[in-house]
């Protein structure tokens, strides 16, 4: 059973343009969720949250925003730069094992200069 | 100065092989983790411990064993490998019960059994 899931394996854009990065979850008694940043031969590097009772969260150029009644998130990246390029995972966990993420299967962002 | 660093980065070893990663972490976080990487990218944990003491232990082979000896610190040993344990594996790290703060993971550990 797949909790947490994005749609889109990839997704190409242009420098300067907006990235949005969508996921979907099935669990609702989901409290917070997460979008990770990663890059080849490295670990997955945190980037933004999002608890369950608000709809937005913002951190320079990156936005997440969630969507409590149809179960999804997006990860908006304005502008997008090439150093972007990467795999973004979103994660989602509950309490009162908080510290227990369920991942997504990842999407792969790629910039063009 | 790394956060969070295992060893080794890549292994290579045999069916029926026993072996060990090495995790270490110096940000004083109380809780770590082990997460698999399959050949389909999902990222799956393993076992959390918090403060040397098991807390998560999922659907995971017993062949499988961690070992805390203190909360700095969280190796995984591996007992008779098999094909399917072809993975890369994460050690991170996180702040108890702060679900907004997100792990610290290490860069990883491709094993590879041939």
């Known amino acids: 059973d797949q909790q947490v899931k994005q749609n889109s394996p990839s997704l190409s854009v242009q420098e300067g343009r907006i990235s949005i990065l969508n996921c979907d979850y099935t669990?609702?008694?989901?409290?917070?969720f997460l979008w990770y940043k990663k890059y080849p031969a490295e670990g997955p590097t945190f980037l933004i949250s999002?608890?369950?009772?608000?709809d937005k969260n913002e951190d320079g150029r990156f936005t997440v925003f969630l969507n409590k009644s149809a179960k999804h998130l997006s990860l908006h990246i304005v502008p997008s730069q090439p150093g972007d390029s990467a795999v973004y995972f979103c994660a989602a966990s509950a309490e009162p094992n908080a510290g227990k993420s369920t991942f997504g299967d990842g999407t792969t962002l790629t910039v063009k200069p | 100065d790394t956060a969070v660093s295992q060893t080794p980065k890549y292994l290579v070893t045999q069916m029926g092989n026993d072996k060990s990663i090495k995790c270490e972490q110096n940000l004083g976080h109380d809780t770590m983790y082990w997460y698999k990487q399959d050949s389909k990218k999902f990222l799956k944990i393993m076992f959390s411990y918090n403060n040397k003491e098991l807390i998560i232990n999922e659907t995971v082979p017993n062949r499988f064993s961690p070992k805390s000896p203190d909360k700095a610190h969280l190796n995984l040993h591996i007992n008779s490998l098999e094909l399917g344990d072809s993975a890369v594996y994460f050690c991170?790290?996180?702040?108890?019960?702060?679900?907004?703060?997100?792990?610290?993971f290490g860069s990883g550990t491709r094993l590879t059994v041939v």
């Open positions: 991170a790290s996180s702040p108890t019960g702060r679900g907004l703060y997100g792990y610290t």
């Open positions: 669990n609702s008694m989901f409290d917070y």
């Open positions: 999002i608890s369950s009772i608000k």
